[in-house]
Structures are given as structure tokens and as C-alpha cells.
């Protein structure tokens, strides 16, 4: 068992950047592959970011690469997405989470353990 408990998100001008962080309890860290998601209003939640135990492998979607970059802290046992030139469709709720192994990453049911969101408002 894992909890999941997202900071860092806020109200941003289109350009801008944010830092979110995910702090996970629990002794194996390290063993989790974690995941940015994000959820706007009346639409699905959508995968972001992800990234493997050993901070080895990071994966993106494409309307966030270039721009978003995830890295993990594992003695910290926290994941971060910090998100540059942010544009007002980057705007929604964004969810961390945690699972065993890298199958179905960008797909949200494969994930075990979702924090709670914090909300990314960005301006035009």
C-alpha cells in the first residue's frame, strides 16, 4: 500500500512554469513506476509523464514533451513534473500515481494508487 499526497499546483500565466511534487509513504519507493496524469473539466483523465523506479526511463505524451520534464527523488520518496512554457490547455487537475512495472503506462486503470490532484490553472 502506497499514499500519494500532490503539492506545487496554481493559478500561472500562459509562459509560465510549475513544479508539482508527489510524496509517497511506504518503504519501496523505489519499486513503484510512476505517473502524471490530468483531468479537465468534461473530459477524460489523460496520461502526462511517467517514469521508471530507477529514474532510468521517462516517458511523455506529446502535447507536454519538450516542455515537462518528470524526475523522481527516491530517497526523498517523491516524483516531481516540472512544467515550463505552460499554455491554457495545460489547464486541469493533475493526479500522481504509482504501479508495478511499466505495462500500460499511459493508461490510467493500469495504475494502482492515485493521490488526490492538485489543480494547474494557466491564464491567457
Known amino acids: 500500500q502506497v499514499q500519494l499526497v500532490e503539492s506545487g499546483g496554481g493559478l500561472v500565466q500562459a509562459g509560465g512554469s510549475l513544479r508539482l511534487s508527489c510524496a509517497a509513504s511506504?518503504?519501496?519507493?523505489?519499486?513503484?513506476?510512476m505517473g502524471w496524469f490530468r483531468q479537465a473539466p468534461g473530459k477524460e483523465r489523460e496520461f502526462v509523464s511517467a517514469?521508471?523506479?530507477?529514474?532510468?526511463?521517462?516517458y511523455y505524451a506529446d502535447s507536454v514533451k519538450g516542455r515537462f520534464t518528470i524526475s523522481r527523488d527516491n530517497a526523498k520518496n517523491t516524483v516531481y513534473l516540472q512544467m515550463n512554457s505552460l499554455k491554457p490547455e495545460d489547464t486541469a487537475v493533475y493526479y500522481c500515481?504509482?504501479?508495478?512495472?511499466?505495462?500500460?503506462?499511459?493508461?490510467?486503470?493500469?495504475?494502482?494508487?492515485w493521490g488526490q490532484g492538485t489543480q494547474v490553472t494557466v491564464s491567457s
Open positions: 517514469i521508471t523506479g530507477s529514474a532510468g526511463n521517462t
Open positions: 511506504g518503504r519501496t519507493f523505489s519499486a513503484y513506476f
Open positions: 500515481s504509482a504501479k508495478y512495472g511499466s505495462i500500460g503506462y499511459g493508461s490510467a486503470p493500469s495504475y494502482d494508487y
